[in-house]
């Protein structure tokens, strides 16, 4: 098979490092090495299939989905369109023992495999090559996320209700890497998934955040057992340590904290979005003596307050009769609104890491969530099939983290176009893809 002269967007010096750093003779070659390397792990996946009825290999099933997952393709007949057009270049790595397989092979495959074995051959290979060694000093928020076009109704069609695949993710704000998901039963919710989480885990000197619906006992302790700490929401699902808290953020406390209260911190930062005018007021403190079950809350420091007041500009249309005419006059009105939030932490008293985990925590809905419903359009993937979903939604997490490491490179423009540029040139675009991750290797490195 005659080979392809590609385009490489990297210097000479560049080249040179990226050669010493894999021990391969020619930049051509680099691509197809990574994707060997992957290839080889992916090799130990467990195959429950027959034998003597299997036609394709497990890996080249995996390897396909997760090269059409760089490119526009979102559903199983993308990944056979895809794989028709790259048939000669993926043959330079992959047997494809069988041919090109069908969609419903695809999904067949991906419905069996273990999500856990692939999600750790995926996060560790992506870990490897980036030389990620740990976690400490990172913001990992927790969140679940529903994939909406799973579901199924009962119908004439169909006798039996689907409810939609809920899967818990744990997102590296510092890395901009999912780090493991968990599978929400269907007739559960994030609670008990928290901590099968975080057992998973190496988390070890980060800070873990959630919303206030998994601040439970066993989730904080989950969390200090696994040499972590927290950052966690409290709402009136806890009842009266809610109410204690509530209550000892008076106004009068709020004033002496702003004062300058020895056992206090506090922060303000002002904003502006769209034509509104944000305020965040941070209020720390470790007096927790006063509270009687603290021992309970593994760990327990400080409590917190965050007070949003946005400040919004409404016009408003007003009737005044000027003799015996009516006319309508246009005014403007400053309209305030206010909301408190309240937090427990393990952590002392340091009010910029304090705001700065409360802040991060929406990463995971705006650079993780918000990507695979609209970067890979996962929410318009109508799979029934739970396990070949979670699957699928591994390797685009996967992939997700690939494309965030090399964000850098490609000038400012969205995920969505680096997916669309490599779709229009997929061999020229996805071997600088390589060198671009093996760069960000290298940078962190040095």
């Known amino acids: 098979?005659?080979?392809?002269?590609?385009?490489?967007?990297?210097?000479?010096?560049?080249?040179?490092?990226?050669?010493?750093?894999?021990?391969?003779?020619?930049?051509?070659?680099?691509?197809?090495?990574?994707?060997?390397?992957?290839?080889?792990?992916?090799?130990?996946?467990?195959?429950?299939?027959?034998?003597?009825?299997?036609?394709?290999?497990?890996?080249?099933?995996?390897?396909?989905?997760?090269?059409?997952?760089?490119?526009?393709?979102?559903?199983?007949?993308?990944?056979?369109?895809?794989?028709?057009?790259?048939?000669?270049?993926?043959?330079?790595?992959?047997?494809?023992?069988?041919?090109?397989?069908?969609?419903?092979?695809?999904?067949?495959?991906?419905?069996?495999?273990?999500?856990?074995?692939?999600?750790?051959?995926?996060?560790?290979?992506?870990?490897?090559?980036?030389?990620?060694?740990?976690?400490?000093n990172d913001i990992i928020p927790f969140d679940g996320r529903v994939d909406c076009g799973s579901s199924r109704k009962i119908t004439d069609f169909n006798d039996e209700e689907i409810i939609t695949l809920n899967c818990l993710n744990a997102y590296s704000t510092k890395y901009s890497i999912c780090i493991g998901s968990e599978k929400i039963t269907d007739k559960s919710n994030e609670i008990p998934a928290i901590p099968l989480l975080i057992n998973r885990l190496k988390i070890a000197g980060a800070i873990v955040t959630w919303d206030a619906l998994n601040t439970q006992i066993k989730n904080i302790e989950a969390v200090v057992n696994a040499k972590a700490d927290y950052v966690v929401a409290l709402k009136g699902n806890q009842g009266t340590f809610y109410d204690e808290v509530k209550e000892y953020f008076d106004d009068k406390k709020i004033e002496m904290i702003v004062a300058g209260n020895s056992n206090s911190q506090y922060k303000k930062i002002e904003e502006k979005s769209h034509s509104n005018y944000i305020t965040y007021e941070y209020f720390q403190t470790n007096d927790i003596t006063w509270y009687s079950d603290k021992e309970n809350w593994k760990k327990l420091t400080t409590i917190g307050l965050v007070i949003k007041t946005i400040e919004s500009i409404v016009v408003e249309t007003v009737e005044k009769k000027k003799g015996k005419k009516v006319i309508k006059e246009k005014i403007k009105r400053k309209k305030l609104k206010k909301e408190k939030r309240y937090y427990i932490s393990s952590l002392n008293l340091n009010i910029e890491l304090f705001s700065k985990a409360i802040r991060s925590h929406w990463e995971v809905e705006n650079k993780l969530h918000w990507h695979l419903d609209f970067t890979f359009k996962e929410d318009d993937n109508t799979t029934a099939n739970k396990n070949a979903l979670l699957n699928l939604q591994l390797v685009n997490k996967f992939t997700l983290g690939v494309l965030e490491q090399v964000k850098p490179f490609y000038n400012g423009i969205s995920l969505r176009r680096i997916k669309h540029n490599i779709d229009m040139d997929f061999e020229n675009e996805y071997i600088n893809l390589i060198c671009y991750l093996l760069l960000s290797r290298y940078k962190r490195q040095s």
């Not at 299997?54 to 989905?65: A, E, N, P, R």
């Not at 992959?94 to 995926?122: H, N, W």
Request: glycine residues 2%.
């Open 1 to 136: 098979m005659a080979k392809v002269k590609k385009k490489i967007n990297i210097d000479l010096k560049q080249r040179k490092q990226l050669l010493k750093m894999l021990g391969i003779n020619s930049i051509d070659d680099i691509d197809i090495e990574i994707l060997k390397r992957l290839k080889n792990k992916l090799v130990m996946l467990t195959d429950s299939r027959q034998k003597n009825k299997t036609h394709y290999k497990i890996w080249d099933i995996v390897m396909c989905v997760v090269l059409a997952s760089f490119s526009e393709c979102y559903t199983w007949d993308d990944i056979v369109d895809f794989v028709e057009k790259k048939y000669n270049f993926i043959r330079q790595f992959l047997k494809m023992t069988g041919g090109i397989p069908t969609a419903i092979t695809y999904e067949r495959v991906f419905s069996i495999i273990d999500s856990k074995e692939l999600e750790q051959i995926l996060t560790t290979f992506l870990l490897d090559i980036t030389m990620i060694k740990d976690f400490e």
